[in-house]
């Protein structure tokens, strides 16, 4: 198993332009969950899709949008983009347990750079 | 409001010592506290988390509720243990978001 996946692992855009990252949740996990991380900060909760639905959304603009598949895989879509988005873009899937104890396995990221 | 405090940005021990990593929280009600760990040019990866009471690599974490912090230990720091530290906490209710500190880098030195 292959954990979780994400594509690509760097890239460079300029301000305005719009950019899609990818993610494969780890095999047997149906619930994906996206994550900023600036340079010196944590990781800050974005989104989470679980059944082709954003479930819950963290303090981010609505340029922020994704979407998940019926294979459970998503994308991150960040439009109009501004020098501040620059940061590692962190995938991260769980399975859907009913106590809630599940735990999340991070990918290694996706490092946007804005300029 | 949920919040996470790291209040060191930088740990530096030496081969051997003891080693404690500070993290105090912020959140109305009964949260689940999760340390995370990256290596050098590794994933994020958890390392304990408080209800199931481990010690991974000699570290633990125990939770003080009227302190609200959850700091871990570790008796005595090997080279290894160098990586970035993460404290993060989340709600008990289905699959709530997980909300990070800042992250603590620990140097051990030999």
């Known amino acids: 198993d292959a954990g979780v996946t994400q594509s690509p692992t760097h890239l460079i855009k300029t301000r305005g332009q719009q950019v899609t990252l990818r993610c494969s949740p780890k095999s047997g996990h149906d619930t994906v969950s996206w994550y900023q991380q600036a340079l010196g900060q944590g990781p800050q909760f974005i989104f989470q899709y679980y059944e082709e639905e954003e479930r819950q959304r963290g303090n981010f603009p609505d340029r922020f949008s994704g979407h998940q598949f019926p294979n459970y895989s998503s994308e991150l879509n960040v439009n109009a983009l501004l020098l501040g988005d620059s940061a590692l873009y962190l995938c991260a899937s769980s399975p859907v347990a009913i106590s809630g104890a599940n735990v999340l396995t991070f990918g290694a990221g996706s490092r946007l750079t804005v300029l | 409001a949920q919040r996470v405090t790291q209040p060191e940005k930088l740990l530096s021990v030496f081969k051997g010592a003891p080693v404690e990593l500070k993290c105090n929280y912020s959140?109305?009600?009964?949260?689940?506290l999760f340390w995370y760990v990256q290596y050098s040019r590794q994933r994020l990866q958890l390392l304990l988390r408080?209800?199931s009471r481990e010690s991974i690599k000699g570290f633990t974490a125990d939770l003080n509720k009227g302190e609200t912090s959850f700091h871990l230990k570790k008796p005595f720091a090997q080279e290894e243990d160098s990586a970035m530290y993460y404290c993060?906490?989340?709600?008990?209710?289905?699959?709530?978001?997980?909300?990070f500190g800042k992250g603590t880098r620990l140097s051990v030195i030999a």
């Open positions: 408080h209800i």
């Open positions: 993060a906490l989340r709600g008990h209710s289905g699959n709530t978001p997980l909300v």
């Open positions: 959140y109305s009600g009964s949260p689940e």
